[in-house]
């Protein structure tokens, strides 16, 4: 495998996730070395080297390539993670594994959210095959994509018609408007409450009757999350809707999107609920995150362990706090007791990091594109549950770790705004600041300053 095929300037990328790939995307290289087109060889890894994707695909426009071609197997994520970083169109090779003989690389790579799109080939050597045939046809095309490419953030959000899916309104909500909650636990009721000083009302839409929300709500409504009509009713009724929790379902966000305005974007809450699409998502913006890797299989587990070494974290990719969901991992021979425990569940191992403190750091980002941040909060975990959060007056920006500076970019590359956490490495030299975890949540009222419940 060579970095580049001749001396004629690259017009096609075929990137994979290890050496044990190219086997497969072989059959590309020879579809394109049969057509005379130029291309580059490069291993690029979703969740080793996630700094380099990152680097490779922001790029790949300015260096002069038309066309991508990224192979993966397993979880998956570099086509994906990919086309979410370039404007550039993506062809997507499931490589065959072992447990799954593919199958598992192919629904990863084809299950795309809408406005990040990667055209999925077949398993294996046909699918590289077709790679390389559809990459010289998009060469040869005579309908060329515009020199300027697609709006910025075109392809990071659903390209969908105003009808379809609003995004938010640019004039002030006039007083007497109702903001819609997904969600009815104790932070709805704070915004609730913030909404009220605001002279705003809230319409709060659960699951279960008995949400603490409602008690302080101008309207309330019990329907499922996956229920559409009502959903949709809802949606109708407000002015805005938003979210107290993140774990609400993004389809659910893309229901009421048709109806009304919503924010966060649904695609801010794909990232946030899966903890490996988000510590990917991270790791491209250049933020420090502790070491990671991808867990699918015991075997996963054991490779992981490997690189990552112990102590060690094994967390499962969706739902879990609070300690739940979560399994520490101290010596190797302790693997497959706790791929059992989260019920070998998708899962990531995340090593553990020697710090000095967690610090908490709330940001707003209003559609101007103005950020505000709100003062730093420590907190203290006892047991692996938050016990107490301590504020100290004037500490906006520390001078010693600036998480506010790396707050700055998530809100920024998700066109919202967002609540972020961070532990801060005791080797302050070299890492100052580790992101640990961001949640979406709460709702941009334009035209106000930002207004938050007292936590």
Known sequence: MSESTSDAKPAVGIIMGSRSDWPTLQAAADVLDTLHVPYETKVVSAH???????????????????????????????????????????????????????????????????????????????????????????????????????????????????????????????????????????????????ASRLGLKTHIYNAEPDAPAFDVAAKTTVGAYDDPEALARFAKSVGVVTCEFENIPAKSLEIAGRESHVYPPPKSFEVAQDRLVEKDFVSGLGIAVAPYAAVDSLGDLNEGLARVGTPALLKTRRFGYDGKGQVPIHTLCEAATAWEAIGEAPAVLEGMVAFERELSVVAVRGQDGETRFYDVVENVHRGGILATSRVRPGSREPPSTRPGRLQAKSPKAWAMWAYCAWSCSSEAARHPIWWSTRSPRGCIIPGTGPSMPAW
């Open 48 to 194: 080793r080297t996630p700094n380099r994707l990152y680097e490779y695909a922001a790029s790949a426009r300015e260096r002069g390539l038309k066309v991508i071609i990224a192979g993966a197997g397993g979880a998956a994520h570099l086509p994906g993670m990919t086309a979410s970083m370039t404007e550039l169109p993506v062809l997507g090779v499931p490589i065959e594994s072992k447990a799954l003989k593919g199958l598992d690389s192919l629904l990863s790579i084809a299950q795309m959210p809408a406005g990040v799109p990667v055209g999925t080939l077949a398993i294996g050597k046909a699918g590289a095959t077709n790679a390389g045939l559809l990459a010289a046809g998009i060469l040869a095309s005579p309908m060329r994509p515009s020199p300027r490419g697609l709006p910025p953030g075109a392809r990071s959000r659903p390209l969908r018609s105003a009808r379809r899916l609003r995004t938010m309104a640019d004039a002030p909500l006039p007083p007497g408007s109702t903001i819609g909650i997904l969600g009815g636990g104790q932070l709805g009721r704070m915004l609730s409450v913030a």
